[in-house]
């Protein structure tokens, strides 16, 4: 028999996400944050809107959730009315929130004293390719969860890893962000550069994206850079909040990452120009400030 | 009539540059550093093999050179039987060598002097790509110089940008090898933090790649530097003058470029520790050295 699902989070991706399960035939129970959203969800997918999180992890046998941060994860797993109140011996929990590996181990202690198994699924890919169940999705835990929970994540990603133990998925996902961050620095400041030389810019993307300074960022962030729309895809608190997750885990293992400090220097810059809430394409903003020209 | 060509500098990647031209059909007389190198290579391509610089100068109405750096290039278009003593007004020089915009503006000012004119076009694409005459073309310098040399250059590119004045086509090119490197300097950071941390190196290498931290540099460079396969197909040595040229220049215009430094002291790091002539993959060496961890 196929397992119940609760998913735990309807935000911009949750949503998504969790429509493809609904898609693919699994019963499925959701609850999120703001009031009202849950029910309106259900009545569009065939799904059950519940009150609380421990009601969903009653109805489930796997309880998937994607917060925002840590803190949210702690608080549906842990907190009041949370996962772990509902004295479900055997459920699964899985986590595709990003929230840094020590989060997750954490998390993952106190729910096995309740009988309760997790795994760290963090993922890649934005708005589209949650829509189109084409996310990366890379997995920290036991190999027997993992396989327990792979036709669920099937169903919402196209490249799905088992990359490690518990919290391998989230440290994975964090370097992989905090290479994203220091390849969109060194981008930002060589536009800069090429600008201050009187390179003509639409020259420099043709010629660098053919070439091997090119990189992921430098498709996704040279328009927005150029055009100083910072509408937002990735938040830059939310990108700083990575790369020092990332960091702190670099701290543990002894391992220096120059080019992540670098990056993490850069985005503490650019929030603190006011811009924790824009796109984080807005870091060109410091390099122009820092070189005194505006490209 | 179709303009007569001259091509100094028959190495890995002038001698294919070269090839290109004499398929396409121009009349093509040639010198080499290597003595008895340009014999043979102009027997095999129906190509006038000359012995000195300015003779290849006398018969041909474009000079392209193709060679290692700035030094050679002052060497063959100024020294003694250079390219300036052929006293032939109306020549054009087009340096497709890679040797920083400071150079090529120097070598512009002296020819000028002798009514040659100049103009810079470094390329990127490494051997199969000269060969199959794909290769990225940047071009500084004049609209009618640039337009001249455009028959020639079609033959050996697949992309020919004129990208600005003189020296900017050698601007955007150190430019795009600073993106390269410091790119390469957080891979190598990112791949020795997750070996540190217990990632699995193979999913690390497939989920990355499918995410916003990727780059050419994880293509390229990952297998090698995961191997330790310092197999020369682009020199530490090298690279480091590129950065250096690249930072030199923002200095000029007072751009900071803070990841491009930190490249420079990994390169520099690599040099030291005997990786001169190796292939630049060889930065992970000085990553895992600071580390303490080898992936």
């Known amino acids: ?9 309807l935000g911009m991706m949750g949503s998504r996400m969790a429509a493809n399960l609904a898609s693919a035939g699994f019963e499925l129970s959701v609850w999120s944050y703001t009031p009202g959203k849950a029910q309106r969800w259900a009545d569009e997918h065939e799904a059950v809107a519940l009150e609380r999180p421990r009601e969903v992890a009653e109805h489930s046998d796997v309880v998937i959730s994607m917060v925002v941060d840590a803190e949210q994860v702690r608080s549906i797993l842990l907190g009041e009315d949370g996962v772990a109140y509902a004295a479900r011996e055997g459920l699964l929990c899985v986590d595709m929130s990003t929230i ?25 890919g934005s708005l589209p390719r949650a829509q189109a169940a084409t996310l990366t999705i890379m997995v920290g835990g036991q190999q027997q969860d ?5 036709p669920a994540l099937q169903t919402m990603g196209a490249v799905i890893e ?31 550069l090429a600008s201050a030389s009187g390179i003509d810019l639409d020259a420099f993307v043709k ?24 509408t937002p895809l990735f938040r830059t608190a939310h990108l700083l ?4 997750l990332c960091l702190e885990q670099a701290r543990t293992h002894g391992v220096p990452f120059p080019a992540a400090e670098h990056a993490r220097e850069l985005l503490n810059a ?19 400030a820092l070189a005194g020209w505006h490209i």
Chains 1, 2 share one sequence.
């Open 1 to 9: 028999m196929r397992e119940r699902i609760g998913f735990l989070g």
């Open 100 to 124: 840094g590996p020590a989060a997750a181990i954490d998390a993952a202690a106190a729910l096995r004293q309740k009988g309760i198994s997790f795994i760290d699924a963090p993922v890649t």
């Open 146 to 150: 993992f396989e327990r929970a792979l």
């Open 162 to 192: 088992h990359v490690g133990e518990l919290g391998q998925g989230q440290m994975l996902k964090v370097i992989g962000n905090a290479l994203a961050a220091a390849n969109a620095a060194a981008l930002a400041e060589g536009l800069v």
């Open 207 to 230: 010629v660098t994206s053919a070439g091997s300074g090119t990189s992921a960022q430098l498709s996704m962030k040279t328009a927005a850079m150029r055009g100083h729309d910072y």
């Open 241 to 244: 909040k990575d790369v020092r």
């Open 270 to 288: 650019t929030v603190e120009r006011g811009h924790a809430q824009a796109d984080y394409a807005a870091l060109i903003e410091s390099v122009e």
